[in-house]
């Protein structure tokens, strides 16, 4: 079975990358990216994969201008 989405992801000091994935048919994740800014940790992005009501597969990243990129695929 292929999984609707799958993240990996590698990180300086980890000795493994992260990876995972929704486990249910209709399963989605939503992922956050935040980013030292002098004292303080700001969201720069976020990303969300999701199942629509049609059956589409929808991915979506915002950044912190709300600039938004969108995705739709058939399942």
Do not use: H, Q, Y
Not at 15 to 39: E, H, Q, Y
């Amino acid at each position: 079975m292929v999984r609707n989405f799958w993240i990996e992801a590698e990180v300086d000091g980890r000795k493994t990358p992260i990876a995972f994935g929704p486990r249910g048919k209709d399963g989605g994740f939503s992922l956050t990216v935040f980013m030292r800014n002098k004292d303080e940790a700001e969201v720069v992005l976020g990303i969300g994969g999701w199942m629509s009501e049609d059956g589409k597969l929808c991915l979506s990243a915002v950044d912190k201008s709300d600039g938004i990129i969108s995705i739709e695929r058939e399942r």
